[in-house]
Protein backbone atom coordinates (compact mmCIF):
# COMPACT_ATOMS: atom_id res chain seq x y z
CA UNK A 1 0.00 0.00 0.00
CA UNK A 2 1.36 3.44 -1.27
CA UNK A 3 0.67 6.88 1.19
CA UNK A 4 1.84 10.31 0.41
CA UNK A 5 1.69 12.96 2.22
CA UNK A 6 -1.40 11.24 3.83
CA UNK A 7 -2.87 10.31 0.84
CA UNK A 8 -3.39 6.72 -0.28
CA UNK A 9 -2.41 5.75 -4.03
CA UNK A 10 -4.79 3.30 -5.90
CA UNK A 11 -4.89 2.54 -9.08
CA UNK A 12 -7.32 2.62 -11.80
CA UNK A 13 -7.52 0.19 -14.62
CA UNK A 14 -10.15 -0.33 -17.60
CA UNK A 15 -10.40 -3.48 -18.95
CA UNK A 16 -12.64 -2.21 -21.57
CA UNK A 17 -15.60 -4.42 -23.10
CA UNK A 18 -14.43 -8.40 -22.81
CA UNK A 19 -16.34 -11.91 -22.93
CA UNK A 20 -17.75 -13.15 -19.81
CA UNK A 21 -14.99 -15.68 -19.50
CA UNK A 22 -11.96 -13.20 -19.65
CA UNK A 23 -13.74 -10.66 -17.43
CA UNK A 24 -14.19 -13.88 -14.83
CA UNK A 25 -10.40 -14.95 -15.05
CA UNK A 26 -9.53 -11.20 -14.36
CA UNK A 27 -11.39 -11.38 -11.43
CA UNK A 28 -9.38 -14.47 -10.19
CA UNK A 29 -5.74 -12.81 -11.05
CA UNK A 30 -6.74 -9.55 -9.42
CA UNK A 31 -8.11 -10.87 -6.59
CA UNK A 32 -5.16 -13.55 -6.15
CA UNK A 33 -2.36 -10.78 -6.31
CA UNK A 34 -4.29 -8.62 -3.75
CA UNK A 35 -4.63 -10.91 -1.79
CA UNK A 36 -0.63 -12.10 -1.97
CA UNK A 37 0.11 -8.34 -1.49
CA UNK A 38 1.53 -8.55 -4.92
CA UNK A 39 -0.49 -5.50 -6.12
CA UNK A 40 -2.25 -1.78 -4.81
CA UNK A 41 -5.60 -1.10 -4.29
CA UNK A 42 -7.64 -1.21 -7.26
CA UNK A 43 -10.30 0.99 -8.82
CA UNK A 44 -11.54 -1.12 -12.04
CA UNK A 45 -14.07 -0.82 -14.91
CA UNK A 46 -15.25 -3.32 -17.05
CA UNK A 47 -17.79 -4.00 -19.68
CA UNK A 48 -19.52 -7.68 -20.78
CA UNK A 49 -20.76 -8.78 -23.94
CA UNK A 50 -23.90 -10.20 -23.60
CA UNK A 51 -23.67 -13.04 -20.64
CA UNK A 52 -25.32 -14.76 -17.84
CA UNK A 53 -23.20 -15.23 -14.88
CA UNK A 54 -23.99 -18.12 -12.54
CA UNK A 55 -23.06 -17.36 -9.28
CA UNK A 56 -20.30 -20.47 -7.75
CA UNK A 57 -22.44 -22.86 -6.15
CA UNK A 58 -25.63 -22.57 -9.44
CA UNK A 59 -26.44 -25.37 -11.74
CA UNK A 60 -26.87 -23.25 -15.55
CA UNK A 61 -30.11 -26.09 -16.20
CA UNK A 62 -31.68 -24.97 -13.12
CA UNK A 63 -31.23 -21.15 -12.97
CA UNK A 64 -30.97 -20.22 -17.10
CA UNK A 65 -33.39 -20.51 -20.04
CA UNK A 66 -30.46 -22.13 -21.84
CA UNK A 67 -32.76 -22.12 -25.07
CA UNK A 68 -32.86 -18.63 -25.02
CA UNK A 69 -29.31 -17.77 -24.23
CA UNK A 70 -28.64 -20.24 -27.25
CA UNK A 71 -30.72 -18.67 -29.93
CA UNK A 72 -29.73 -14.90 -28.74
CA UNK A 73 -26.06 -15.28 -28.74
CA UNK A 74 -26.01 -14.73 -24.57
CA UNK A 75 -22.61 -16.73 -23.38
CA UNK A 76 -23.12 -18.52 -19.90
CA UNK A 77 -20.12 -18.20 -17.51
CA UNK A 78 -19.40 -18.63 -14.14
CA UNK A 79 -18.24 -16.49 -11.40
CA UNK A 80 -15.73 -17.18 -8.97
CA UNK A 81 -18.11 -15.90 -5.98
CA UNK A 82 -21.52 -16.71 -4.76
CA UNK A 83 -24.93 -15.05 -5.02
CA UNK A 84 -27.37 -15.37 -8.22
CA UNK A 85 -27.68 -15.62 -11.41
CA UNK A 86 -27.49 -12.39 -13.27
CA UNK A 87 -27.42 -10.83 -16.70
CA UNK A 88 -24.77 -8.48 -17.76
CA UNK A 89 -24.19 -6.58 -21.46
CA UNK A 90 -22.60 -3.60 -22.88
CA UNK A 91 -25.96 -1.23 -21.17
CA UNK A 92 -24.05 -1.42 -17.91
CA UNK A 93 -20.94 -0.34 -16.47
CA UNK A 94 -19.17 -2.52 -14.03
CA UNK A 95 -17.22 -0.81 -10.92
CA UNK A 96 -14.64 -3.51 -9.13
CA UNK A 97 -12.83 -2.33 -6.25
CA UNK A 98 -9.34 -4.50 -4.86
CA UNK A 99 -9.09 -3.58 -1.44
CA UNK A 100 -6.29 -4.92 1.08
CA UNK A 101 -7.84 -5.04 4.20
CA UNK A 102 -6.06 -2.67 6.33
CA UNK A 103 -7.46 -0.20 4.22
CA UNK A 104 -11.24 -0.81 5.10
CA UNK A 105 -10.58 -1.00 9.02
CA UNK A 106 -13.30 -3.80 9.77
CA UNK A 107 -14.00 -6.83 8.56
CA UNK A 108 -17.35 -6.15 9.01
CA UNK A 109 -19.37 -6.88 5.42
CA UNK A 110 -22.72 -4.97 6.21
CA UNK A 111 -19.70 -1.74 7.14
CA UNK A 112 -17.88 -2.16 4.42
CA UNK A 113 -20.47 -2.30 1.75
CA UNK A 114 -22.70 0.57 3.19
CA UNK A 115 -19.39 2.77 2.79
CA UNK A 116 -18.23 1.58 -0.40
CA UNK A 117 -21.88 1.46 -1.57
CA UNK A 118 -22.02 5.39 -0.10
CA UNK A 119 -18.65 6.27 -2.11
CA UNK A 120 -20.65 4.99 -5.61
CA UNK A 121 -23.90 6.61 -4.97
CA UNK A 122 -21.74 9.84 -4.26
CA UNK A 123 -20.21 9.51 -7.62
CA UNK A 124 -23.32 9.16 -9.20
CA UNK A 125 -24.65 12.54 -7.96
CA UNK A 126 -22.12 14.49 -9.47
CA UNK A 127 -23.69 13.27 -13.34
CA UNK A 128 -27.26 14.95 -12.12
CA UNK A 129 -29.04 12.18 -10.53
CA UNK A 130 -30.02 11.12 -6.61
CA UNK A 131 -28.46 8.26 -6.11
CA UNK A 132 -28.77 6.49 -2.73
CA UNK A 133 -27.59 3.74 -0.81
CA UNK A 134 -30.17 1.51 0.15
CA UNK A 135 -29.18 -1.64 2.47
CA UNK A 136 -28.36 -3.96 1.93
CA UNK A 137 -26.13 -4.07 -0.78
CA UNK A 138 -28.46 -1.91 -3.57
CA UNK A 139 -28.45 2.02 -4.98
CA UNK A 140 -31.39 3.48 -5.94
CA UNK A 141 -32.60 6.40 -7.42
CA UNK A 142 -36.06 7.86 -5.87
CA UNK A 143 -37.00 4.08 -4.93
CA UNK A 144 -35.54 2.08 -7.99
CA UNK A 145 -32.62 0.62 -8.06
CA UNK A 146 -29.82 1.62 -10.50
CA UNK A 147 -26.68 -0.29 -8.87
CA UNK A 148 -26.52 -3.74 -7.94
CA UNK A 149 -23.52 -4.50 -5.66
CA UNK A 150 -21.78 -7.81 -3.52
CA UNK A 151 -18.02 -8.49 -2.14
CA UNK A 152 -15.99 -11.54 -1.25
CA UNK A 153 -12.77 -11.53 0.92
CA UNK A 154 -10.26 -13.89 0.06
CA UNK A 155 -7.93 -13.96 2.75
CA UNK A 156 -6.41 -10.93 3.21
CA UNK A 157 -7.98 -9.49 -0.24
CA UNK A 158 -11.23 -7.58 -1.02
CA UNK A 159 -13.31 -8.39 -4.80
CA UNK A 160 -16.42 -5.60 -4.31
CA UNK A 161 -18.48 -5.57 -6.96
CA UNK A 162 -21.18 -3.28 -8.93
CA UNK A 163 -23.23 -2.50 -11.66
CA UNK A 164 -24.34 0.65 -12.93
CA UNK A 165 -27.23 0.59 -15.34
CA UNK A 166 -26.84 3.45 -18.08
CA UNK A 167 -29.44 1.73 -20.53
CA UNK A 168 -30.45 -1.29 -19.29
CA UNK A 169 -33.70 -3.83 -20.91
CA UNK A 170 -34.46 -5.79 -17.72
CA UNK A 171 -36.78 -7.84 -20.32
CA UNK A 172 -33.64 -9.54 -21.85
CA UNK A 173 -32.76 -10.08 -18.25
CA UNK A 174 -35.99 -11.46 -17.12
CA UNK A 175 -36.29 -13.98 -20.61
CA UNK A 176 -32.63 -15.15 -19.57
CA UNK A 177 -33.31 -16.33 -16.61
CA UNK A 178 -35.48 -19.38 -15.64
CA UNK A 179 -38.58 -18.03 -13.94
CA UNK A 180 -42.42 -18.48 -14.62
CA UNK A 181 -44.03 -17.81 -17.83
CA UNK A 182 -46.52 -15.26 -15.89
CA UNK A 183 -43.44 -13.54 -14.96
CA UNK A 184 -42.86 -12.06 -18.88
CA UNK A 185 -46.52 -10.76 -19.41
CA UNK A 186 -46.64 -7.40 -20.39
CA UNK A 187 -47.68 -6.35 -17.20
CA UNK A 188 -45.31 -8.13 -15.55
CA UNK A 189 -42.39 -6.80 -17.56
CA UNK A 190 -43.50 -3.13 -17.12
CA UNK A 191 -43.76 -3.59 -13.67
CA UNK A 192 -40.07 -4.81 -13.36
CA UNK A 193 -39.21 -1.88 -15.52
CA UNK A 194 -40.84 0.44 -13.21
CA UNK A 195 -38.36 -0.73 -10.25
CA UNK A 196 -34.96 -0.19 -11.89
CA UNK A 197 -33.58 2.98 -13.17
CA UNK A 198 -31.24 3.38 -16.31
CA UNK A 199 -28.58 7.00 -16.45
CA UNK A 200 -30.28 7.51 -19.78
CA UNK A 201 -33.86 7.93 -18.96
CA UNK A 202 -32.88 9.62 -15.78
CA UNK A 203 -30.76 12.27 -17.33
CA UNK A 204 -32.49 12.34 -20.93
CA UNK A 205 -29.54 11.18 -22.79
CA UNK A 206 -26.82 9.03 -22.43
CA UNK A 207 -23.89 10.26 -20.86
CA UNK A 208 -20.74 9.44 -22.31
CA UNK A 209 -18.51 6.37 -20.56
CA UNK A 210 -15.81 8.62 -19.80
CA UNK A 211 -18.21 11.06 -17.59
CA UNK A 212 -19.48 7.87 -15.72
CA UNK A 213 -16.23 6.17 -14.79
CA UNK A 214 -14.47 9.77 -13.82
CA UNK A 215 -17.75 10.23 -11.48
CA UNK A 216 -17.43 7.10 -9.74
CA UNK A 217 -13.49 7.08 -9.73
CA UNK A 218 -13.81 10.93 -7.71
CA UNK A 219 -16.63 9.07 -5.46
CA UNK A 220 -14.47 6.55 -4.34
CA UNK A 221 -11.00 8.76 -4.36
CA UNK A 222 -13.43 11.02 -1.54
CA UNK A 223 -14.52 8.52 0.61
CA UNK A 224 -11.17 6.71 0.72
CA UNK A 225 -9.08 9.75 0.25
CA UNK A 226 -7.27 7.81 -2.25
CA UNK A 227 -5.40 9.32 -5.22
CA UNK A 228 -5.89 7.80 -8.83
CA UNK A 229 -3.02 6.49 -11.03
CA UNK A 230 -4.08 5.33 -13.96
CA UNK A 231 -2.48 1.31 -14.73
CA UNK A 232 -2.34 -1.21 -16.51
CA UNK A 233 -1.91 -5.11 -15.55
CA UNK A 234 1.52 -6.38 -13.93
CA UNK A 235 3.57 -9.05 -15.24
CA UNK A 236 2.42 -11.04 -12.53
CA UNK A 237 -1.36 -10.41 -13.06
CA UNK A 238 -1.15 -11.41 -16.57
CA UNK A 239 -0.14 -14.32 -15.82
CA UNK A 240 -2.45 -15.27 -13.49
CA UNK A 241 -4.84 -13.97 -16.05
CA UNK A 242 -3.77 -16.51 -18.45
CA UNK A 243 -3.58 -19.45 -16.17
CA UNK A 244 -7.10 -18.55 -14.71
CA UNK A 245 -8.68 -18.51 -18.74
CA UNK A 246 -7.72 -21.23 -19.80
CA UNK A 247 -9.57 -23.27 -16.88
CA UNK A 248 -12.63 -21.36 -16.79
CA UNK A 249 -12.95 -20.16 -20.54
CA UNK A 250 -13.78 -24.03 -20.65
CA UNK A 251 -17.02 -26.50 -20.51
CA UNK A 252 -15.81 -28.38 -17.38
CA UNK A 253 -16.06 -25.03 -15.48
CA UNK A 254 -18.75 -23.52 -16.90
CA UNK A 255 -20.62 -26.74 -15.77
CA UNK A 256 -18.46 -27.42 -12.19
CA UNK A 257 -22.22 -27.97 -11.01
CA UNK A 258 -24.49 -29.70 -13.01
CA UNK A 259 -27.83 -30.53 -11.98
CA UNK A 260 -31.17 -30.98 -13.67
CA UNK A 261 -33.96 -28.19 -13.43
CA UNK A 262 -36.23 -31.80 -13.05
CA UNK A 263 -34.36 -31.78 -9.75
CA UNK A 264 -35.35 -28.64 -8.90
CA UNK A 265 -38.91 -28.31 -9.86
CA UNK A 266 -41.57 -25.20 -9.79
CA UNK A 267 -43.83 -25.17 -6.92
CA UNK A 268 -47.14 -23.44 -7.28
CA UNK A 269 -49.86 -22.18 -5.37
CA UNK A 270 -53.09 -19.08 -5.58
CA UNK A 271 -55.06 -18.04 -3.12
CA UNK A 272 -57.76 -15.62 -2.80
CA UNK A 273 -57.08 -13.42 0.76
CA UNK A 274 -59.33 -10.14 1.89
CA UNK A 275 -56.32 -8.21 0.56
CA UNK A 276 -56.28 -9.44 -3.03
CA UNK A 277 -55.22 -12.31 -5.16
CA UNK A 278 -51.72 -13.80 -4.48
CA UNK A 279 -49.84 -15.96 -6.53
CA UNK A 280 -46.67 -17.43 -5.81
CA UNK A 281 -44.18 -19.45 -7.87
CA UNK A 282 -41.05 -21.00 -6.21
CA UNK A 283 -38.18 -23.41 -7.00
CA UNK A 284 -37.65 -26.28 -4.06
CA UNK A 285 -34.74 -28.10 -3.30
CA UNK A 286 -35.92 -31.27 -2.10
CA UNK A 287 -32.46 -32.69 -0.01
CA UNK A 288 -31.82 -30.07 0.73
CA UNK A 289 -35.62 -28.71 2.36
CA UNK A 290 -34.52 -25.08 0.89
CA UNK A 291 -36.27 -22.66 -1.47
CA UNK A 292 -34.15 -21.73 -4.81
CA UNK A 293 -36.15 -18.38 -5.65
CA UNK A 294 -39.37 -17.49 -5.05
CA UNK A 295 -41.62 -15.01 -7.34
CA UNK A 296 -45.32 -13.25 -6.20
CA UNK A 297 -47.88 -11.97 -8.94
CA UNK A 298 -51.15 -11.44 -8.38
CA UNK A 299 -54.03 -9.03 -7.88
CA UNK A 300 -52.98 -6.75 -4.82
CA UNK A 301 -51.96 -3.20 -3.65
CA UNK A 302 -48.32 -3.06 -1.85
CA UNK A 303 -46.22 0.43 -1.83
CA UNK A 304 -43.14 0.75 -2.29
CA UNK A 305 -43.18 -1.35 -5.32
CA UNK A 306 -39.93 -2.63 -4.57
CA UNK A 307 -41.43 -4.19 -1.64
CA UNK A 308 -42.53 -7.70 -3.19
CA UNK A 309 -38.90 -7.63 -5.04
CA UNK A 310 -36.94 -7.05 -1.74
CA UNK A 311 -39.52 -9.70 -0.44
CA UNK A 312 -38.51 -12.09 -3.07
CA UNK A 313 -34.83 -11.44 -2.73
CA UNK A 314 -34.83 -11.87 1.35
CA UNK A 315 -36.71 -15.66 0.63
CA UNK A 316 -33.83 -16.93 -1.59
CA UNK A 317 -31.88 -20.15 -0.22
CA UNK A 318 -34.03 -20.22 2.67
CA UNK A 319 -35.01 -23.40 4.53
CA UNK A 320 -38.54 -24.47 4.53
CA UNK A 321 -38.16 -24.45 8.48
CA UNK A 322 -37.70 -20.99 8.66
CA UNK A 323 -40.03 -18.83 5.76
CA UNK A 324 -42.28 -17.61 8.74
CA UNK A 325 -39.34 -16.63 10.94
CA UNK A 326 -37.91 -14.31 7.30
CA UNK A 327 -41.20 -12.94 6.57
CA UNK A 328 -41.78 -11.66 9.86
CA UNK A 329 -38.54 -10.18 10.23
CA UNK A 330 -38.41 -8.89 6.76
CA UNK A 331 -41.89 -6.92 7.72
CA UNK A 332 -41.07 -6.14 11.11
CA UNK A 333 -40.36 -2.14 11.26
CA UNK A 334 -41.14 -1.46 7.73
CA UNK A 335 -43.51 1.21 6.79
CA UNK A 336 -45.26 -0.68 3.34
CA UNK A 337 -48.68 0.12 2.76
CA UNK A 338 -50.48 -3.62 1.77
CA UNK A 339 -54.24 -2.69 2.57
CA UNK A 340 -55.53 -5.93 3.96
CA UNK A 341 -52.73 -7.81 2.58
CA UNK A 342 -50.85 -9.66 5.36
CA UNK A 343 -47.48 -10.66 6.33
CA UNK A 344 -49.16 -13.87 7.14
CA UNK A 345 -50.58 -14.48 3.75
CA UNK A 346 -47.59 -15.08 1.98
CA UNK A 347 -46.29 -17.52 4.50
CA UNK A 348 -49.51 -19.55 4.04
CA UNK A 349 -49.11 -19.13 0.45
CA UNK A 350 -45.40 -20.71 0.33
CA UNK A 351 -46.28 -23.42 2.48
CA UNK A 352 -49.02 -24.14 0.37
CA UNK A 353 -47.02 -24.70 -2.64
CA UNK A 354 -44.23 -26.40 -0.34
CA UNK A 355 -47.10 -29.35 -0.15
CA UNK A 356 -48.01 -28.96 -3.69
CA UNK A 357 -46.69 -32.12 -5.81
CA UNK A 358 -43.89 -31.04 -8.43
CA UNK A 359 -44.53 -30.69 -11.68
CA UNK A 360 -43.12 -34.29 -12.51
CA UNK A 361 -44.97 -36.19 -9.75
CA UNK A 362 -48.27 -38.54 -11.17
Known amino acids: MMREAGVEK ?22 EARRKGESPNTLRFLQFTPSALLGFHQSAEQELNL ?27 GWELYLGRQSLGTANMEEITRRICEAAASGMRMLGVDAQFRPRNDIEVGGRKISGTGGVFDGDGLMFQGTLLVQFDVEKMLRVLRIPVEKLSGKAIASARE ?48 SALGEIDSPEWVNLVHRPASELPMREATEKFPGGL ?31 NDLEAALKQVAEDQVEIVVNAFFHGREVDM ?7 FVVLIRQALASAPPSAS
Request: include cysteine; hydrophobic fraction near 45%.
Open 339 to 345: LQIKPLD
Open 278 to 308: LRVALSYDETRKRIGQVWFTGDFFVMPARTI
Open 195 to 242: RVANLADLLGYVPPLSSVKSALSEGFSRAFFARMETGELSELEQGYFE
Open 67 to 93: DYCREHGIAVQRRISGGGAIFFDETQI
Open 10 to 31: WRLIDTGLRNAAENIALNRALL
